[in-house]
């Protein structure tokens, strides 16, 4: 019974390629996130969503298309890919981003590891 | 704007002795504090949390944390280093910007020596 989970855990493609990464929280948290990881670990929010409403798109090109069709899931659809975006990519979830700054806690998924050939 | 700073990208420490990750922050006004852990191959996961009520945070696996307004520090500590703890941690801080959004320090890597 994982807390929040993500698929695939790999994802290799050329560039050019149009994929998804599906993400699924059985927390009953109102929000969810998605961050992507560089190579140096550098940690970057990318969208979040508050029961299925998107609150924060940190100017990520719009090749990048989130989607939440409830507010347990948050997929991650990405299109014509560059070799920049290799990376990982975290969903987290969070009980609400309006409830508290300590109540903003972050749980994290396994991640998906990007490779964009 | 509110941030944090992690000092030393690397820390290596034999096993058994005193791990230090340092984290400053920048903020006026009250700062929400957090340290995470991320294990190889692992997404992230909670320390420890600030929340005021007592400077000195204590967390899982033997972590502590104390905050100290008068250096606007918030550095993360252990007696001593298990093989175990080789990791990625990362200090962070809770803003609000339309909604609260964690802004998460540029993380420091853990080695522990035999």
Known sequence: DTAVSQTPKYLVTQMGNDKSIKCEQNLGHDTMYWYKQDSKKFLKIMFSYNNKELIINETVPNRFSPKSPDKAHLNLHINSLELGDSAVYFCASSQGLYRGPVDNEQFFGPGTRLTVL | ?114
Request: proline share 4%.
């Open chain 2, 1 to 114: 704007a509110q941030s944090v700073t992690q000092l030393g990208s690397h820390v290596s420490v034999s096993e058994g002795a005193l791990v230090l990750l340092r984290c400053n922050y920048s903020s006026s006004v009250p700062p929400y504090l957090f340290w995470y852990v991320q294990y190889p191959n692992q997404g992230l996961q909670l320390l420890l949390k600030y929340t005021s009520a007592a400077t000195l945070v204590k967390g899982i696996n033997g972590f502590e944390a104390e905050f100290k307004k008068s250096e606007t520090s918030f550095h993360l500590t252990k007696p001593s280093a298990h093989m175990s703890d080789a990791a990625e941690y990362f200090c962070a801080v809770s803003v609000y910007r339309g909604g609260f959004k964690t802004i998460f320090g540029a993380g420091t890597r853990l080695f522990v020596k035999a």
